[in-house]
């Protein structure tokens, strides 16, 4: 089991459908973050969040809407997606302080396809 | 051996022999190094780390050595074991920010 936790594990949806994906960590974690991950490839980050404010966006078609309600929530709003975007969404978060970086640790992933 | 193609490369190791994966980093500004295991169906799981103020850096059957003049990682598993079969991927990052990029990654399999 991961301490982040994602949800759902899988969904498909259809080009004019509207749906949210969902991540929640309990580590006090301040730093969270958004990955796409497609087939054989690494991870591509998307969006990143740091004390509830949008710090990183990777230049991500309007289609994917970021949203971070509190310190423990993330959600990624999806809507008019395309048949492309189907691929592995990881949640990921991290604590971030004054001595450096530290791991990533993330959920196990929404598995999204688009028909 | 290794094998690299259109696919994932890849490295096949007996079971109980030690496993070597390479990464290239990119960035010469990068100084926070991580190594992830992803299992199928499953988020990437950390590994080990290693600041750039290291050269190598020891865990539980795990060495991480760092190469900051060639821009190279290395992950060292020894005695390797089936549980071991997974994708590897290294991360680099740069401290102050949260920008994580991760490398191409490198399929293991361990032959029984």
């Known amino acids: 089991d991961t301490e982040v936790t994602q949800t759902p594990k899988h969904l498909v949806m259809g080009m004019t459908n509207k749906k949210s994906l969902k991540c929640e960590q309990h580590?006090?974690?301040?730093?969270m973050y958004w990955y796409k991950q497609k087939a054989k490839k690494p991870p591509e980050l998307m969006f990143v969040?740091?004390?509830?404010?949008?710090?990183i966006n990777e230049s991500v078609p309007s289609r994917f809407s970021p949203e971070c309600p509190n310190s423990s929530l993330l959600n990624l709003h999806l809507h008019a997606l395309q048949p492309e975007d189907s691929a592995l969404y990881l949640c990921?978060?991290?604590?971030?302080?004054?001595?450096?970086?530290?791991?990533?640790?993330f959920g196990n992933g929404t598995r999204l396809t688009v028909t | 051996g290794e094998s690299v193609g259109l696919h994932l490369p890849t490295l096949s190791v007996q079971e109980g022999d030690n496993s070597i994966i390479n990464c290239a980093y990119s960035?010469?500004?990068?100084?926070?190094f991580i190594w992830y295991k992803q299992e199928s169906g499953k988020g990437p799981q950390f590994i080990i780390d290693?600041?750039?103020?290291?050269d190598k850096r020891q865990g539980q059957r795990v060495t991480v050595l760092l190469n900051k003049t060639v821009k190279h990682l290395s992950l060292q598993i020894a005695a390797t074991q089936p549980g071991d079969s997974a994708v590897y991927f290294c991360?680099?990052?740069?401290?102050?920010?949260?920008?994580?990029?991760f490398g191409t990654g490198t399929r293991l399999k361990v032959l029984a």
């Open positions: 290693i600041r750039s103020n290291m």
């Open positions: 969040y740091s004390y509830e404010k949008l710090s």
């Open positions: 960035n010469s500004a990068s100084d926070y």
């Open positions: 991360a680099e990052a740069t401290s102050g920010t949260y920008k994580y990029i």
């Open positions: 990921a978060s991290s604590s971030q302080t004054g001595f450096g970086n530290s791991p990533l640790h």
């Open positions: 580590m006090g974690h301040r730093a």
